[in-house]
T-cell receptor
């Protein structure tokens, strides 16, 4: 069973516009959420995270929103840049462990 | 430079021929993990290790073995590879234990093809 789901395999946006990547989860024990970014031929790199006690975390152009009641989080990138083109993975973790559960990934393409 | 290295980066082998993918980190991290990435399935954890001589199964451990004899190394062993183990493999390490892992570092990946 897929506990973390990213329902959009791909997303295409114009440079300068907002990119919104979505993620849903089913495990109510998840307490911490992360986004990773992956370029081709490289390993994923950490982008931004949010604890369940918050509903928003911002880091420069990247903002993650968490809606616990809906078990939904989203990553907003504003403004989008061509260098943001990558696969984005949503991940979640239970407080008690160090294991991350990843979603399927969303390929973001930012067109110049 | 803080990094996780994996070798080989690319490997083509045949069914049943034992192979080992090495992983090494230079950050003195206690925790190390192996993941496989498959289309439509994302990253799935194979095994993880909380410290030397301490390992545990992840979500998809069947057909894999690991060992953690030294803190820096965490090799992945396929005793008898099969075609369904054709995948992209990532090793990762992080320093947080029992808490949040926002500083998990990934290696560059190993593309394995089993014929």
């Amino acid at each position: 069973d897929q506990q973390v789901k990213q329902n959009s395999p791909s997303l295409s946006v114009q440079e300068g516009r907002i990119s919104i990547l979505n993620c849903d989860y089913t495990n109510s024990m998840f307490d911490y959420f992360l986004w990773y970014k992956k370029y081709p031929a490289e390993g994923p790199t950490f982008l931004i995270s949010i604890s369940s006690i918050k509903d928003k975390n911002e880091d420069g152009r990247f903002t993650v929103f968490l809606n616990k009641s809906a078990k939904h989080l989203s990553l907003h990138i504003v403004p989008s840049q061509p260098g943001d083109s990558a696969v984005y993975f949503c991940a979640a973790e239970e407080t008690s462990g160090s294991r991350l559960t990843f979603g399927e990934g969303t390929q973001l393409t930012v067109n110049p | 430079e803080a990094q996780v290295t994996q070798n080989p980066r690319y490997l083509i082998t045949v069914t049943g021929k034992k192979l080992t993918v090495t992983c090494s980190q230079n950050m003195n991290h206690e925790y190390m993990s192996w993941y496989r990435q498959d289309p439509g399935l994302g990253l799935r954890q194979i095994y993880y290790s909380m410290n030397v001589e301490v390992t545990d199964k992840g979500d998809v451990p069947e057909g894999y073995k690991v060992s953690r004899k030294e803190k820096r190394n965490f090799p992945l062993i396929l005793e008898s590879p099969s075609p369904n183990q054709t995948s992209l493999y990532f090793c990762a390490s992080h320093k947080t234990g029992g808490g949040y892992t926002d500083t998990q570092y990934f290696g560059p990946g190993t593309r394995l093809t089993v014929l």
